[in-house]
């Protein structure tokens, strides 16, 4: 490999998680055992997608040389010098590109909750995270730049060309101070599945075994409904709702429309508001309020309704320590219920593992 110095100075805070002594043992790993990696981080809402890609051999295909041509460029290393640009780090020569070096980057991907914005037209939020090796102030390669994308790579060649030049300790926005925030979890789940053993220097995000994988026992339904409820259930109720979704799991053959039977029929047993797409704002008062057995008043602009309340909703909720979920129906309407604010994230890992899809709003 080759790489270039820039005048900037190293990515190496021994305290950041996001720093050359943790990605580069996770770089060598993929370029001597596995190129490509796929698995759960707890934390992260689905598979974190990790690929070593490289320059030119990752785009030497038909579709790869149709975006490069679109992008109006001859070749990948002229994409390459695009992005080296973009990123301070000096650009090939032409002696340099006639001899035909493979230059590569680590591609690692995931999805982030969204920002209060994305919330009102998307479930999830994609991260991008390119990793690019350099040298900084030596002949060897000591540092790395990152390009960071919110959006889908549809066009691959046209997604890195897009790709914004990272700076992590300055986020520029909601979503990329999330996506680094989830970044550094992740970074430490590729540690834990490699078995990489992180620096002592470095702060960790999170002091759990973030690729520990959970089984669905009968006793994380009995946890989910607990939690869902509130805790307002009997136990009578408790362990037959918690034996019959937990059956119905395992049942894999099972029909999947009966399934979400069940999933309603549980439903029905707890404080839920089932509301189509469109409700009032006067509706929502009145059902959560029945919810949380208390009067929940908030101030709204007025001609707002349905999903454009829901920042009114759970800012007036959070006030209680709350905060508005609902099933996921996969229809035209809310399975709504209400959860104790500091319970979503668990609830969230354990909709995971039963297969009960809930989501936040």
């Known amino acids: 490999m080759s790489f270039f110095s820039n005048?900037?100075?190293?990515?190496?805070?021994?305290?950041?998680?996001?720093?050359?002594?943790?990605?580069d043992p996770i770089y060598s790993y993929l370029y001597n055992q596995e190129s490509s990696l796929e698995f759960k981080v707890k934390g992260i809402k689905e598979d974190v997608i990790v690929n070593l890609f490289f320059f030119p051999s990752s785009f030497d295909h038909e579709e790869g040389k149709e975006e490069i041509k679109k992008a109006g460029f001859n070749n990948s290393y002229e994409v390459l010098n695009e992005l080296y640009k973009k990123m301070n780090i000096g650009v090939l020569s032409d002696e340099a590109i006639q001899e035909g070096l493979e230059y590569d980057f680590i591609h690692i991907q995931f999805y982030s909750e969204p920002t209060a914005e994305?919330?009102?037209?998307?479930?999830?939020?994609?991260?991008?995270?390119?990793?690019?090796?350099?040298?900084?102030?030596?002949?060897?390669?000591?540092?790395?730049k990152i390009l960071y994308s919110g959006t889908h790579f549809f066009d691959y060649t046209k997604g890195l060309l897009e790709?914004?030049?990272?700076?992590?300790?300055?986020?520029?926005?909601?979503?990329?101070?999330i996506g680094i925030r989830d970044f550094k979890l992740v970074l430490?789940?590729?540690?834990?599945?490699?078995?990489?053993?992180?620096?002592?220097?470095?702060?960790l995000p999170s002091s759990e075994n973030l690729v520990e994988s959970e089984e669905a026992t009968l006793?994380?339904?009995?946890?989910?409904?607990?939690?869902?409820?509130?805790?307002?259930?009997?136990?009578?109720?408790?362990?037959?709702?918690?034996?019959?979704?937990?059956?119905?799991?395992?049942?894999?053959?099972?029909d999947y429309y009966e399934k979400v039977e069940g999933h309603f029929d549980f439903f029905e047993s707890i404080d839920t508001w089932n509301s189509d797409w469109k409700f009032d704002p006067e509706d929502a008062e009145y059902f959560i309020s029945e919810m949380i057995g208390e009067d929940l008043n908030f101030e709204y602009p007025e001609e707002t309704y349905s999903h454009d309340l829901f920042p009114y909703i759970q800012s007036a909720l959070e006030k209680h320590n709350l905060e508005l979920m609902t099933y996921d129906t996969h229809g035209d309407n809310y399975l709504f219920f209400v959860a104790n604010k500091n319970e979503v994230g668990r609830i969230l890992e354990l909709s995971e593992l039963t297969k009960i899809e809930v989501t936040q709003l």
């Open 163 to 177: 790709s914004e030049l990272l700076d992590v300790n300055n986020p520029k926005n909601e979503s990329e101070a």
């Open 118 to 144: 994305e919330k009102k037209f998307f479930k999830r939020s994609i991260k991008n995270f390119v990793i690019f090796f350099c040298c900084t102030n030596s002949l060897e390669v000591n540092d790395f």
């Open 219 to 254: 006793e994380a339904f009995e946890e989910f409904i607990k939690l869902v409820s509130r805790g307002d259930i009997e136990e009578k109720d408790l362990k037959k709702q918690s034996k019959k979704l937990f059956k119905d799991l395992k049942e894999e053959t099972k």
């Open 7 to 23: 005048l900037f100075n190293r990515n190496n805070d021994p305290k950041s998680i996001i720093s050359f002594d943790v990605v």
């Open 188 to 203: 430490q789940g590729i540690c834990q599945y490699l078995n990489i053993e992180i620096p002592e220097t470095v702060e």
